[in-house]
């Protein structure tokens, strides 16, 4: 059984609604233990206890999940509601001069996707950087020349910060 487009963008409207009332629920008790203290009856943290990246990127990563909620409504609300031309909602999807009208409503969601790769990206590396206890200038440094020598014995240095701390679930898919 093929799958028509207009009902595909209805199936997938109501899935990601109920993901994103996962994302909201999830946010709220990720920013709780980001900002607030348990072992002092949710008092905010001070300041310099606060990690600030994480916090600036789960905003960030908040906000474009927003926004792609957003935009996947209006494009179902154009096609549902706004056009009232012969076909319905399956004419709306299908023809290329609607699609080319609302143009950027088309190619925001694979920009958020990008955006929200680096993010999350972005935090994995914090991550490793820290639990490595590598300076972002060493690590670089380390990934720029791989193959540098030990100055007392001019042997190649094999073995990098990073490659001995990755945690097991990263080598397999």
Same mark, same amino acid.
């Given at each position: ?19 994103y009332?996962? !994302? $909201? ?5 990720? $920013?709780?233990? !980001? ?21 600036? #990127? ?6 474009? =999940? /927003? ?11 154009? +096609? ?9 909602? !399956? +004419? ?9 009208? #609302? ?12 955006v ?6 972005? $935090? ?14 060493? #690590?670089?440094? /380390? ?19 990073? =490659?001995?701390?990755?945690?097991l ?5």
């Amino acid at each position: 059984m093929v799958v028509q487009a207009h009902t595909a963008r209805l199936i997938a409207l109501f899935v990601s609604c109920v993901l994103y009332g996962i !994302l $909201l629920t999830t946010f709220i008790s990720c $920013l709780r233990s !980001l900002l607030f203290s348990a072992s002092q009856q949710f008092r905010v943290k001070p300041r310099h206890e606060i990690k600030w990246p994480i916090v600036a #990127a789960t905003i960030s990563m908040f906000i474009v =999940s /927003t926004f792609s909620a957003v935009v996947s409504m209006q494009d179902v609300i154009d +096609a549902f509601i706004k056009y009232d031309g012969p076909g319905g909602a !399956l +004419a709306f999807y299908n023809s290329s001069a609607t699609t080319a009208s #609302a143009g950027w409503l088309h190619w925001v969601p694979a920009f958020e996707d990008s955006v929200q790769v680096i993010l999350g990206d972005g $935090l994995l590396v914090n991550y490793m950087l820290a639990r490595c206890r590598v300076s972002p200038i060493r #690590a670089i440094q /380390t990934l720029r020349s791989p193959s540098r020598t030990s100055a007392r014995s001019h042997q190649p240095v094999t073995r990098s910060p990073l =490659s001995f701390t990755l945690p097991l679930f990263l080598y397999f898919e």
